[in-house]
């Protein structure tokens, strides 16, 4: 390059610059990385100086009064762009050659099964997806050819769904429950009954929060979609209120520990700060999760049109759920015989037919709830702690799904249920059975009661668990990292189980004379 030349012309703060700019240019010409790499260094040094000195000269020749100084500038940069114009070519003519080993280091196919977790497969998924909505288009226009719309609002929403007020009335006086539950934790904390009255006040307040929606649903001749609907909200009701009682009733104890100075070591990472706030109270009923606390983690602000995305999203997946149940589930139903007093054969046909749609409308479930509506609750509250669930579509056992698709009822579990009986000397495996015993209980209630129907098909198929977890948890004992558990708990529990339930309430629902109106 010319730089050292452009003395003569240039003031002295150039000449600082450029004598700068060589040294840099020299000491990534002499590491050579790529040819790629010298040229950007080279465009990125020889450009702005080359301006740097045109400007510069110009000035001086404007301030002098010299035209061949500007002149001479002006050569100087053409030199430069033809210098830097002919290292270039040399650089593309060493760089590459035949010569140059083409194999360096020891790779495996993306493909391989060594390294397919270790690749990005957003291309594949994104084919799964075009593929999937081709495919399932083309089924629902020959559906819609050939049986039209079968879309009917008879089991959702009846003709007098709108005047349904008990439902109605029953749903807005829910709130009775945590007031009452307040009452008696002040009472409590003012020292004014004993702690045995407050532990039977807090159960009978408990039992009735889910036995007066269940009567009331039960009495009225109402639509599955109300019954379902207030039968949700009487349980998270219910599991809000024990958390209430059962963290004050722990927080009362430790707050007694602290001031007779015995409390334990392990009691450290607990709130010790017993305070029965009526405000605490509202928030904790309100907020997405089932785990009372004085106080938790919040977002500074509120994103307006993330939530109004989300609610849009909310909007058309709820739609999609309705078009899949009407269109396709209902008529196969319908359309079917019951599947443990027939043909064997026929009995699988039917579950195998209806899994299809049915893994449609659980996964659209579980995005609408988990994902949309969890999460536009706790943008609404400014609730900062969104762990809805984790990944549990890679679970390898069923014990690692049940841990991680539902987090706030296994926190409430873990909490409430699991190691308050691991306290009081239950082993471990009766502890699961509890909690799922528990579960089973509440999955029963949410779908027979607004269906009038009592046939104990979610309460066996919650407890037909526990065999699964011992299953899963043995294979993926001896098979270590191994995807067999996972295949298990795909066709178990969403190929196998949950259309098997869906067909025996359906079928005993609707081709009964069970029908909801």
Known sequence: MAMPDSLDGVGVGATSTTVMSDSDLDFALRRRPSAAAVRDVADSTSKPNASELDNQANGQAVAVGGPVDSANSTARNCEAVRKRDNRDEFDIKFTYRPSVPAHRRIKESPLSSDAIFKQSHAGLFNLCIVVLVAVNSRLIIENIMKYGWLIQTGFWFSSKSLSDWPLLMCCLTLPIFPLAAFVVEKLAQQNYVSEL???????????????????????????????????????????????????????????????????????????????????????????????????????????????????????????????????????????????????????????????????????????????????????????????????????????????????????????????????????????????????????????????????????????????????????????????????????????????MCVLLYYHDLMNRGGQAK
């Open 197 to 499: 009255v407050v532990v039977v006040l807090h159960v009978i307040i408990t039992t009735a929060s889910v036995l007066y929606p269940v009567l009331v649903i039960l009495r009225c001749d109402s639509a599955f979609l109300f019954g379902a609907t207030l039968m949700l909200l009487a349980c998270i009701v219910w599991l809000k209120l024990v958390s209430y009682a059962h963290t004050n009733h722990d927080m009362r104890s430790l707050a007694k520990s602290v001031d007779k100075g015995v409390a334990s070591s392990g009691s450290q990472n607990a709130d010790c700060s017993y305070d029965v706030s009526f405000k605490s109270l509202v928030y904790f009923m309100v907020a997405p999760t089932l785990c009372y606390q004085t106080s938790y983690p919040r977002t500074a602000c509120v994103r307006k049109g993330w939530v109004v995305r989300q609610f849009v999203k909310l909007i058309i997946f709820t739609g999609v759920m309705g078009f899949i149940i009407e269109q396709y589930i209902n008529p196969i139903v319908r359309n079917s015989q019951h599947p443990l007093k027939g043909n064997l054969l026929y009995a699988i046909e039917r579950v195998l037919k209806l899994s299809v749609p049915n893994l449609y409308v659980w996964l659209c479930m579980f995005y609408c709830f988990f994902h949309l509506w969890l999460n536009i609750l706790a943008e609404l509250l400014c609730f900062g702690d969104r762990e809805f669930y984790k990944d549990w579509w890679n679970a390898k056992t069923v014990e690692e799904y049940w841990r991680m698709w539902n987090m706030p009822v296994h926190k409430w579990m873990v909490r409430h249920v699991y190691f308050p009986c691991l306290r009081h000397g239950v082993p471990k495996g009766g502890a699961i059975v509890i909690a799922f015993l528990v579960s089973a209980v509440f999955h029963e209630l949410c779908i027979a009661v607004p269906c009038h129907l009592f046939k104990w098909w979610a309460f066996i198929g919650i407890m037909f668990q526990v065999p699964l977890v011992l299953i899963t948890n043995f294979l993926q004992s001896r098979f270590i990292n191994s995807m067999v558990g996972n295949m298990i708990f795909w066709f178990m529990f969403c190929i196998f189980g949950q259309p």
